[in-house]
């Protein structure tokens, strides 16, 4: 556990988050800076079309369904407890870093999404495969890498997409409303063995009914919160960008907290959240049937905007406004005080989590089935569905320390292998962008 707790500081630290921004901040240049550049058609594209039907052939499922699904593994329980908790540990002006984190990882998921598509493998049957394991191994042609990528995706999904989540859930259930853990991991296991017993396309509808929902549920529901401290909001914008950069954060942050802490806590807590780079959410978008990568491209960058920019931003616009994280030290404590002042409000946050939860545990779960089947075969895919029912039912009832320092040890890691892929590809990411907005035709690579 001290080896894994060593990792861990590597993997999740400083120097880390650098490369993260690095990596992002080179794609942005290799592309054009085209989260800026073609906004306008970033979102035509996506948010403007969403009931358009699939174009193009190859892949299972709708641009926007492959979105709902990469959408529902990243807004999980982080983007409302763990925003908390970067306020907690690095002060108001850990949400600037988080924001800039945000906008270099359009870029980043745009090129993640893209190479997905681009890259991935068509089966006779129909179905389709792609991610990282399959960029790495058919675009560098290292597939012992794109399996060292799998194999930490395959794990690490046990515990962030998993444990972590029940246990989240069963706790704040269980103190708010009383339901006791077991019961709550049991309908968790059961949701998740139904759906993901339907393959992908079950997978999609799942997420297409639920993702949908609880952002708009979660939305009406922190405004509400902020329009109750409304009076507080122009200093509470004030403190993010005071905060940013005094080198104490003394004024609107906490005191002591060190610019150094301060870029870890919102940095890492963007790149956690938006997974941008960890290369998680190109496993569901190269399930999508598009006429041109680029196109799915233009989702990725949209699903970093929503999780990070929107959902992110409204949950640390609750909690400043309310002002009662300063003497706080539990992140959901203060999360919960923070909706307190509404009856109303504070009883709707568990059914909201509850939605966070199950569309975070599904699609974590058909990221490590495709994960696993990468490695294994087409025989792994129903054994390691067991598990991770199974998991979901005994995540409830205890912390499973262990498993989850392994399973946030694995996930960084996944970030290693991408990352290089990411960077090594990049010209062919800037050849595709190039193509598609010269009307070139898109052809896969043998």
């Known amino acids: 556990m001290n080896v894994i707790e060593w990792i861990n500081g590597w993997v999740w630290g400083f120097e880390m988050m650098l490369v993260f921004l690095a990596v992002g901040l080179y794609l942005s240049i290799v592309t054009g800076f085209i989260q800026f550049t073609r906004l306008g058609i970033i979102f035509r594209e996506t948010l403007g079309a969403i009931r358009e039907r699939a174009l193009g052939s190859g892949g299972e499922i709708s641009p926007f369904q492959?979105?709902?699904?990469?959408?529902?593994?990243?807004?999980?329980?982080?983007?409302?407890?763990?925003?908390?908790?970067?306020?907690?540990?690095?002060?108001?002006?850990?949400?600037?870093?988080?924001?800039?984190?945000?906008?270099?990882?359009?870029?980043?998921?745009?090129?993640?999404?893209?190479?997905?598509?681009?890259?991935?493998?068509?089966?006779?049957?129909?179905?389709?495969?792609?991610?990282p394991m399959y960029y790495i191994a058919r675009g560098l042609g290292l597939p012992w890498l794109g399996g060292l990528f799998a194999a930490f995706a395959a794990v690490a999904a046990f515990g962030i997409g998993n444990v972590v989540q029940v246990s989240a859930l069963s706790g704040a259930l269980n103190s708010n409303i009383g339901i006791p853990p077991a019961w709550t991991g049991l309908f968790a296991g059961a949701v998740v063995a139904y759906v993901l017993g339907g393959g992908v396309k079950r997978i999609a509808s799942f997420a297409q009914a639920l993702v949908p929902l609880m952002i708009g549920l979660y939305l009406i529901v922190a405004t509400l919160a902020i329009l109750m401290n409304i009076a507080h909001l122009p200093a509470a914008f004030l403190s993010i960008f005071q905060g940013a950069f005094n080198l104490q954060a003394g004024f609107g942050g906490a005191v002591g907290v060190t610019m150094v802490e301060m870029i870890k806590a919102g940095v890492g807590r963007g790149v956690f959240s938006n997974e941008a780079g960890l290369g998680s959410a190109p496993i569901a978008h190269a399930q999508a049937q598009v006429d041109h990568p680029v196109r799915q491209g233009f989702w990725g960058a949209v699903e970093v905007f929503l999780d990070t920019i929107v959902i992110n931003t409204f949950t640390a616009l609750v909690v400043l406004s309310a002002g009662n994280w300063m003497g706080g030290s539990e992140s959901f404590d203060v999360l919960m005080g923070s909706f307190g002042a509404i009856g109303p409000l504070r009883a709707l946050m568990p059914i909201v989590l509850s939605l966070f939860v199950f569309t975070t545990l599904i699609s974590w779960a058909f990221y490590g089935e495709e994960a696993a089947a990468f490695l294994f075969g087409e025989g792994i895919r129903w054994p390691y569905r067991l598990s991770f029912s199974v998991l979901a039912f005994v995540g409830g009832l205890g912390s499973f320390g262990a498993l989850v320092m392994v399973s946030d040890t694995m996930n960084g890691l996944m970030a290693v292998p991408n990352l290089i892929a990411l960077v090594l590809l990049s010209g062919v990411v800037a050849r595709l962008t190039r193509g598609f907005f010269a009307g070139d035709p898109w052809s896969p690579p043998e």
Do not use: C
């Not at 998921?109 to 893209?114: D, I």
């Open 66 to 131: 492959a979105t709902m699904i990469a959408l529902g593994a990243t807004l999980g329980s982080g983007n409302i407890v763990g925003v908390t908790t970067a306020i907690l540990i690095g002060g108001p002006g850990a949400i600037f870093w988080m924001w800039m984190a945000a906008l270099v990882g359009m870029a980043t998921k745009f090129a993640e999404a893209t190479l997905a598509v681009h890259y991935r493998q068509q089966f006779a049957d129909g179905s389709v495969s792609g991610g």
